[in-house]
């Protein structure tokens, strides 16, 4: 059986490599060893090599180089690669799933919505505004930081894109967002031959999620009703919740002023999307800034309890914008921009706890990389997650040291992949660091917290505290 593999995927000009197992290649290996199978096979193979993980023969480069160069050369045949069954439940005009002048005009739209100019007149006083409700009457109480990050990453947004941080649909949005986002982390495998058996066919789910046990058979039973339970039902009933707030912005006079109404007004509109694009627009916003913010939220929270130096020398930068103003007074422009220590210790928790390990693409065509055949419909893991301990580009790599980067050229170099590059480029990053700086404000100068301990921390596959993180705060 290990040589079936082998055997299946030989083909002159492929990078050295081994493909494991049928249908689950290397992902058992891959998800239990983690990063030290990443840099096992680099240690054997070098930094370009073969595998089998998540379902698909794939091409792991581990090298800055050549990630530069696939993420900068989309337009050659190295498009997004995420699973189809994550396309499915985000939408099939979700960013990721388009390219060429797709890409290019909603890439566009969604720019219109959080450029720099947005943000300061519109999305931080939104942001403000319900950060400083959010951390409200934590004092005296234990409080799961995890949790509370995670309701803050969607409200916030819900806030800015409909003003809906508090409404009725709120509780059941939050619900069904919560099913949408685990079905885009697990993995449906299609067993091959399965499917001939009596119309039914078995599904095995990675769910990454789980701390015991990596892998776990969730379900068995026609094809169609298994994605309809998991994740796709969830999806659909967000759908209907957005046809019908459409619907009713459509309906009323008011003018709103947030991402939804700016969708909505064509006339001022150049990037006019219909509204299936709009719906999968609102999920890509809500999706894309959801895992990414409020884990950095948390592991910020996490480094500074441990590091009482930095939140010392954090907390006076904060301290020394709320002196110049009331209490009522709400961050603006300015602050933000201010806040320089603040954008450090963002980077270093996004470097030190990599919150993102890596991007996928896949080949559309045969093609030369690295001096190396990749045949077509190949995934390529741009595996960025080593790059950030690299000690030429962050000397003592293992220290969470936010002064490195007030040096901003750290920021602007080559190899800064934190939020990936070249056309995908994320866009949303200063908003998102706009969004944590104004949580950490309002965090550490209301707050003084411990941990309760014995929380567990997990780094990979993704990061994540399995049975939360908790905090006993008191006010500072
Ligand atoms: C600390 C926060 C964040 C991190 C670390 C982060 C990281 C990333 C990375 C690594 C990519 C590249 C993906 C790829 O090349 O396949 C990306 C893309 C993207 N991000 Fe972020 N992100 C963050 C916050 C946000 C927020 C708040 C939004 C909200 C709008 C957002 C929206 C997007 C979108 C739409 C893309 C896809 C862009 C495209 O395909 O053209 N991100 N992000």
Known sequence: LLRWNEVRYRKKGLPPGTMGWPVFGETTEFLKQGPNFMKNQRARYGSFFKSHILGCPTVVSMDPEVNRYILMNEAKGLVPGYPQSMLDILGKCNIAAVHGSTHKYMRGALLALINPTMIRDQIL????????????????????????????????????????????????????????????????????????????????????????????????????????????????????????????????????QDMLGCLLRSDENKNKLSDEEII???????????????????????????????????????????????????????????????????????????????????????????????????????YTREINYDSFLYPEPLTFNPWRWLDRSLESSTFFFIFGGGTRLCPGKELGIAEISTFLHYFVTRYRWEEVGGDKLMKFPRVEAPNGLHLRVSSY
Not at 159 to 178: H, L, M, V
């Open 280 to 382: 999968d627009m609102v999920v890509t916003i809500l999706y894309s800034g959801y895992e990414t913010v409020s884990t950095t939220s948390m592991m910020a929270v996490k480094y500074l309890h441990d590091h009482p130096k930095v939140l010392e020398e954090l907390r006076k930068e904060h301290l020394a914008i709320r002196e110049k103003k009331n209490p009522e007074d709400p961050i603006d422009w300015n602050d933000l921009k201010s806040m320089k220590f603040t954008r450090a210790v963002i980077f270093e928790t996004s470097r030190l706890a990599t919150i993102v390990n890596g991007v996928l693409r896949k080949t559309t065509q045969d093609m030369e990389l690295n001096g190396y055949l990749i045949p077509k419909g190949w995934r390529i893991y741009v």
């Open 125 to 256: 006083p939104k942001i403000d505004e319900f950060m400083r409700s959010h951390l409200t009457g934590w004092d005296n109480q234990v409080i799961n930081i995890q949790e509370k990050t995670k309701e803050m990453a969607l409200l916030s947004s819900l806030k800015q894109i409909a003003g809906i941080e508090s409404s009725s649909i709120t509780p059941a949005f939050k619900t069904e967002f919560f099913k949408l986002v685990l079905g885009t982390i697990s993995l449906p495998i299609d067993l091959p031959g399965t499917n001939y058996c009596r119309g039914f066919q078995v599904y095995i789910r990675f769910i990454f999620s789980s701390p015991k046990s990596l892998m776990e058979v969730v379900v068995e039973g026609p094809a169609t009703e298994i994605g309809e339970t998991f994740s796709m039902q969830a999806r659909k009933n967000i759908v209907s919740m957005l046809e019908k707030l459409i619907a009713e912005r459509r309906a009323s006079k008011e003018v709103h």
